[in-house]
């Protein structure tokens, strides 16, 4: 059974940081195509923050968290990671870790075969 389980949120305020972890069990990242990370604010839509190419190593940023919000991956502990820095209170949201197998990455569309539980991020001003 595959399981991404994401970590690391919570509350800080703004101008903080926090580092997202998303751990991936029953499923190798190295065989997804690309990885990535999502939010959904209460009312809003789901919007992508930061995808990789799990080969390539190639990163994909939102306009809103480019220079930012820094996407990684350690195949040897099967984890991909978000770190955040100088957070805002826009940046408030339940984040979710997903992973789309080849060829395609639909992450780029919204899409994606597999998904995580999600993680609450609260920024406060």
């Known amino acids: 059974q595959v399981q991404l389980v994401e970590s690391g949120g919570g509350s800080v305020q703004a101008g903080g940081s926090l580092r997202l972890s998303c751990a991936s069990s029953?499923?190798?990242?190295?065989?997804?195509?690309?990885m990535g990370w999502f939010r959904q604010a209460p009312g809003k839509e789901r919007e992508r923050v930061a995808l990789i190419y799990t080969d390539s190593g190639i990163t994909l940023y939102a306009d809103s968290v480019d220079g930012r919000f820094t996407i990684s991956r350690d195949n040897v502990n099967n984890t991909v990671y978000l770190q955040m820095n100088s957070l805002k209170p826009e940046d408030t949201g339940m984040y979710y870790c997903?992973?789309?197998?080849?060829?395609?990455?639909?992450?780029?569309?919204?899409?994606?075969?597999?998904w995580g539980q999600g993680t609450q991020v609260t920024v406060s001003s």
């Open positions: 997903a992973a789309d197998n080849p060829p395609l990455c639909r992450l780029r569309f919204g899409s994606a075969y597999y």
């Open positions: 029953g499923y190798t990242i190295t065989s997804a195509h690309c």
